[in-house]
């Protein structure tokens, strides 16, 4: 067994092994073709009631957005385009691709600037991380920070549901056929009796 020696500052603060440590956890350097960029998330928000009580397709999509917040060095926040076979091809269930992204935006990890499609032009959904700034140099938002437990239990009881049916009127005209389905009689019905 090795002694003591109490000049040896090999593992000490101020020695090798902790200038190895903060070499080795260091957010990654260098690299323009951006792989290696990386999003920082504080442990509030890890720990908060709004990121732990997200369903599965959720949090693929919100990790998704911060894929492309990174893919803009991190400098279009406001501006992000993310489409529907971006969102599935990341893993994101494609029928539930809406459900999760009202749901980020009804726990506040997200802001929604609603697109529309029509015509041929599309006018894409335009997403905003609320816990970075935008774009135009504001400070982040941070609404995750009001969403309490509560009000996430009442997401997965209540308001999914809501949600989802007020998605199914918007934009949806009511099919109705050309023509009346019951063809009127031409004339009334006589009733002929044999004599």
């Known amino acids: 067994m090795a002694e003591f020696n109490p000049r040896d500052r090999s593992r000490t603060s101020a020695g090798k092994t902790r200038s190895l440590v903060r070499k080795h956890t260091a957010p990654p350097s260098g690299g323009d073709d951006g792989s290696l960029r990386w999003q920082w998330l504080t442990i509030q928000l890890l720990e908060s ?16 957005i911060i894929i492309e917040h990174n893919a803009h060095a991190a400098l279009a926040n406001g501006r992000l385009v993310v489409t ?57 938002t941070n609404d995750w920070r009001r969403c309490t437990a509560e009000k996430c239990r009442k997401w997965s009881e209540i ?6 049916e007020k998605r199914g009127r918007v934009g949806r005209k009511k099919k109705t056929p050309l023509r009346d389905p019951e063809i009127p009689p031409l004339r009334d019905p006589e009733i002929r009796r044999a004599s």
Do not use: M, W
């Not at 009631?49 to 998704?64: D, I, W």
């Not at 599935?88 to 980020?104: F, K, N």
């Not at 308001?159 to 989802?164: F, H």
């Open 84 to 140: 529907h076979p971006q969102f599935v091809s990341y893993g994101v269930t494609g029928e539930y691709v809406a459900d999760a992204l009202d749901e980020l935006d009804y726990k506040g990890l997200i802001k929604v600037r609603r697109g529309r499609a029509g015509s041929g032009v599309a006018h894409p959904n335009l997403f905003t991380l609320t816990f970075v700034g935008d774009h135009e140099g504001a400070l982040p």
């Open 159 to 164: 308001d999914r549901k809501l949600a989802a």
């Open 49 to 64: 009631p709004a990121f732990t009580s997200l369903s599965t397709n959720a949090s693929r999509a919100f990790f998704r």
